[in-house]
């Protein structure tokens, strides 16, 4: 907002408070919802999402809703005006009753937020490449073939010892009474992260005697190590049994619902999605998704069955798709990162890591015996020198410094910004300011937020985005009690980070509240706020007893957070084997996400960096 | 803040608030100024004790209508009184149902912590500090700058540690874990030394202490405390006297610790010999099992049965958690315990760790003493009916004479020639089979078998072969054992299920069933009751005795609807077993358990516990997740006891009616691959279980866990692998 905007408005307050303050509240005392908007609007009262009269942009009025991609947004926007409440600064968003159960996302206007689309098969990216064969026809394979090697262009691996062969046009498994028999179609997939479509089409055998003949075909997604075994124990699949005259949809030994394969032509598509939602359709028309299933990393598609004629069951077909969703909680290898100790500093045990980027490269900061020090990442560490040491300002009142987080802006203006422990024991969110880039000096101190006597704010995370500085901290009241709170700008006071306000009602604070009789034994703390894919993510550490696991919230507009879980735990047997947290969460390279965390093993904290594929904005399919 | 914002704020605040808001507008139009507004401003913020915000109240449990919660989180009722919110069995002694579950006292697992609920178990490790070389079994901590030994000091007839000569904290680990999981009690002398100097900060605890810890980690950085999972430390006292007054600088005092966070104090006198008790037991946390911590602080002097002052309800840790695969640990998860020490504190006397048995559905004893995993080779069973799969065991103990010393117990369980896997594609025959045996062994001349089927063909299956097998398919088989009081056997009364034609089951119940295995069962048993339109299937039926009343028995039974998962039913059958109409209900469902059962229940075992309380009803069953997944759980409801008029004690009430069921909060209590099950060389999955009392040895059940095995290269089998479980009452 432009300086004389801002003036207009500051003027328009002032009349109106003296107007309010001149003549009272009103007869009765209660709330007017007389509509003060301009003419032609909705009528007396607020009709809709908006606050009449609001400055809007892009449909988005300022001030109420902040969006992490306002074009994402927009058409969730415009659908919720009917859907929902308006919109009010003093309580969460209405539409929190989106994430109220685990199908709230399924329908519109629900369905069209970004967030919505983290952790679903709903919302993918299409992936084109050798992990599956879209299409593998046994058809183009004369009768008796070997069918691990006559589809042209595909070769596979047998289940197990058995032979399979293709006949009259469909693959037979060639499994016994006692294993079955069948082969592996590609590679194995990643159920946690991926949804996977298999359509197949089966043969009936030439004959079922008495209607209990040892004859089956499928197609499953198993977990590849118990294949190794060379057994077939579905995650999920579909198999037809001629004894029965139907086709089935399996989950481990049980059979949860059949239908009857009337047309052999018929084309039935198992989908799997990383929620662990199951959908089965006959010729593209729905039969259930009425079950879930429990996804695993490492499974494989299998084609199976067992035989006991030349042309038994059999399956003419599998076309295979594969799509990458966006899963945060899939993280991989875990590798450590040394803080190498500036020269003359002991002792050294840095505290509180937290990881920034600027231009591509990688910024760490840490806290050691209450001084502040900075470093680039370099590989797997970071030299800090004395030179990039903040200390404590005696002439601010400063008793001690932590948490440290670094903001660096396209311009080179470098804010660190901690958790300032005071003298009279208070705790506020400060910054220091220079202009020369992530390492160069500091000479400024900004008050960023205070809330007041006897409460405590510290374990900073710093944002811009779209307009505005967000600042994520830990809020501890008096009575110990905690949550995590937002604190932001006004756009007008920008370029200057100072003096930040409390941001409008969400329910963030009722997912991360802390009781006070459980500040000793629990904790939610560290918390890192970033953006990705048309949504805010909050990493942040939870802490039960002296064990420590990250969690993830994710919301599309600050107002509504959604609760995603654990997203990383600790690792048996691994120098974070007691716990993780201190989250800082940056993007990788083609969607990945990176993940710099604290690990403790009970004799120490190391940083850690992990990766995880991912999808930044899925596609709704 | 906009404008926009103000005017909104202002034009929908009340009239006080409004007003304020106005003035604070004012203020920032006019000067720029700005003050923090109230919490509740701006957002929710968490719930200060008296409000209740967005629908949760203090303690996170549902708001209260009206809005008010209180200080114990409970709700303010009109008339002033007080409703919990969050129920909790709060007196496990007292016969009564405290919280209004259904559940008293030792059935209630929020006392299956309580000293009268637990037994007395194994001691771990007693020291007394006397040994000329404590390093044999204690291990100094940090092991990275190995040191002298502690002081030690004779006070009357007790060897007491005094610390190290130094200011950095040092540790005597136990060199092993020590088993906490089943509950476990660590008790040690100490005393806190009336120091001559006053400690490092005034008026805090003294940073001089001498502590036991239970730790996860079995080592220690220089200059770094143990960390503490918990911590019982001793902190030395300081006091200043000037002019005849005496100022304590710094109280002596126990303090509970976790992470260094302080839990709990209990002020203490120095100079004074305290014996303190840290209990741990099994219990619950936000719904996943976990360990609590409760402490006694008694002066050594007094008598035994004056109880000290008394803090608890610690969080220790999840169970899952724990130290597992470790020396100590291996079987039952456990922490590390040691003896810490900074400075000249506090000494430390004598100190005892004893394990405990505690009732905890999720914690199963080692195989007994002589027994074995069963097969259907170690327990003799032909190849031609047997060969192929074993499964769905049903038990039962009785003594065969009342001068009988050790119960005999009595195993019916199906068997089939070809896999059961082959029934996803085409029907599998079964047969029903019997073995008898004293001492569960590993050998088959442990066991007297059928050398035929008790019921069913010999083969059952005929899929492979092609052949002529006779339709007749039975499974399932449950045995209803009767005794009299002394435990002796009365009679057999045998449920299975029998395949019909269309490829579903009747249940059906034979009645006097001959005790011998050698004897076929001389009947095919009556229809009881059949599938209908709630239910395509009916599968493991299970019989449980009304116990007086109007007599009569429960059959419960797993229904397979013809959509989604299957769930467990109940019916009431008379005197002779006929179904009393109208009594067919749901009994537990997969949305009653969670996520676990997803893909449905089956399997139901049920068992009645009576006592002066009431009677308990405890439901085990087999849940399957949306993997195929299958786990081991429970499920209890109890119908307190019945007032008895001339004041006597009443035993639990006849099963007239089932009360309602709850799972088990901690469920699954038993998963296909836990160590306590055996090795398992491939994949392993529950099938099913049995579950029994034992014959003479009361609060004993006895489990047998039916698996089925994959092993490297394909090959399936299965097993039978029992376990014992303890329940105690007050």
Redesign the interface.
Known sequence: ?SARRLD???????S???V??TL???SD??????D?GPAGDAGASDQGVF?D???VDQGV????LFPADSARFAPFLAAAQDAFPPV?????APWTTCYASASGCDSAPCSLLASCCVASGRCAELQVDALLPPAVLFSSCASGADALSCVPGQTFLPL?SSTPTVEAGGLRPGG????EGGLLVGAPVDLLTDRVDLSVVFAPPSSC?GN?????AGVSLAHAS?LA???V???VGL?Y????GDV?L????????AWALVDPAASFTLEVHPS?RVRVLRDNVLL?E?????P?ADAQVVLHG?N?ELQGARLRSLHALRYRTEAPATFGTRSVIALNAPLGVSPWAPRGAAVSTHEGRHYAVVENDGALYRGELLGLGVDFESTQRVTVDASRSERALSAPTLLVRPSGETFLVYAAELTDGSRTIRARRGVDGPLGPLPEILELA???PGHALDDPSLLEHAGYFLLLVR?R?P?G???L??WMS?A?TTPALR?L??????????LT?????DA??AGVQAPSLSVRGGTYRVHYERR????RVIELLAADELRAFRALGEVLL?RPGGQDR?GVGSPSALEGTAGAERLYYLGD????ERLFVTERPGVEDPTPL | MTGADVRGAARRSACPLGVWLAGVAACAALAGCWETPPRRWYDGGPVASGACDGGLCCDGGLCCDGGRCCEDGGCDEPDGGVVPLRPRERVCDDGLDNNGNGLIDCDDFDCADHASCCADGLVVFQEDWSAPDLTFQWDHLPRATPTSPPVRVAEGERTMLRGWPDSEPHALLWNSCVPLALGAELRFDAVATARGSVCRDWYEPCDRYAAVVLSPVADTLPGQPLLDDLAVRVHGDARVTTGGTETVINQAMVRVTQGEQELARVLIDPEVRYTIALRVTPSTHEGTASLRADLEVREADRPPEEVGQTVGGFFVRAQATLERDVSGCLDVGGLYAGVEMLGDGARLGPVRAETLACANPSQFQDRPNGTATLTSGSLGVPASYGGAYIGAPSLGSSFNSASDAAPRWDLFFEASNEPPELALVAPVGFAISHARSATFGALSTDWSTSSTPRLGEDPPSCLASGGGCADESVRDPFLLVRRDSGDVLQDFTLAFAARLPTGAHTLRIEEDVSFSPSVPLGGNGVPVITPDGACRDLRDPALLAVGGGTGGYWLFFTCIPDAGPSYLRAARLENDFSLRAGTVQPVLTPSAVGSLASGGLFGPEPMLRRTAAGSTLQLWFVARDGAGNTTLGLATGQLPAAAVPDGGVALGPPLEVLPPLAAYVANPVLRGNEPVLGVCPGLCRITGAAVSDTAGVTDQLRFLIARRVVHPGGAVTSDLVPLTQMWRGP
């Not at chain 1, 005392?29 to 007389?34: K, L, N």
């Not at chain 1, 009010?88 to 969460?92: G, K, Q, S």
């Not at chain 1, 306000?501 to 009722?510: D, G, I, K, M, Q």
């Open positions: 907002m207009a408005a500051r003027a328009l307050v002032a109106l408070a003296m309010l303050l009272g509240c009103g005392g209660a709330i007017s919802r007389e003060q606050l009269g609001a400055v009025p300022t001030g109420l009010a600064d003093d309580r969460p197990g016994d009474a006692m294993r005697p209990a003949c040892l004859e089956s118990e075994l060379g057994v124990s579905p995650l198999l049994s001629p004894s029965r089935s399996v989950m481990g030994d049980q059979v949860r619902m662990g259930t009425a079950f879930t299933y429990t695993r067992r006991t205070d809330a007041g809020h009241w009575d009690s905690s949550a709170e937002l006004d007008a003096d306000v409390p941001a409008p009602a969400s329910n963030l604070s009722e509240a802390v009781d006070s009789a000793n034994q039960t007893g002296t064990r600790p007691l093993d009970g004799l120490g």
